[in-house]
């Protein structure tokens, strides 16, 4: 059984930002490819949505060879956990009554 997609807004961002950023850089699908030890089937994949979540370190070799953050190629902020309103107070709190027992 197929697994949805976690974060589709991340894989759509992901796929287009591959596709953009290889051609800026003159890279064909092979020569990206051959940058980031795949192959072109897998590149065009991941440019095309195919590859929903690529593992830690096929992003870490896809930031290497399109010369780019990590925050560039998923769209978004990583160096943060996301939190959730609630989850937020309570972390306010424990602050708070942490700070008030210093």
């Known amino acids: ?39 072109k089937s897998y590149v065009w994949e991941l440019e095309n949505g195919r590859r929903p979540e690529p593992s830690l370190w096929s992003v870490l070799g896809l930031c290497n060879g399109l010369q780019c953050s990590m925050n560039d190629l998923l769209g978004r902020d990583v160096s943060q956990p996301e939190y959730t309103a609630s989850e937020m107070a309570l972390i306010d709190a424990h602050r708070r009554i942490y700070a008030d027992q210093q």
């Open 1 to 39: 059984m197929k697994r949805p997609h976690r974060h589709p807004e991340i894989t759509a961002h992901m796929g287009a930002f591959i596709k953009q950023r290889r051609k800026l850089l003159g890279l064909t699908l092979e020569g990206l490819a051959e940058k980031i030890d795949s192959s």
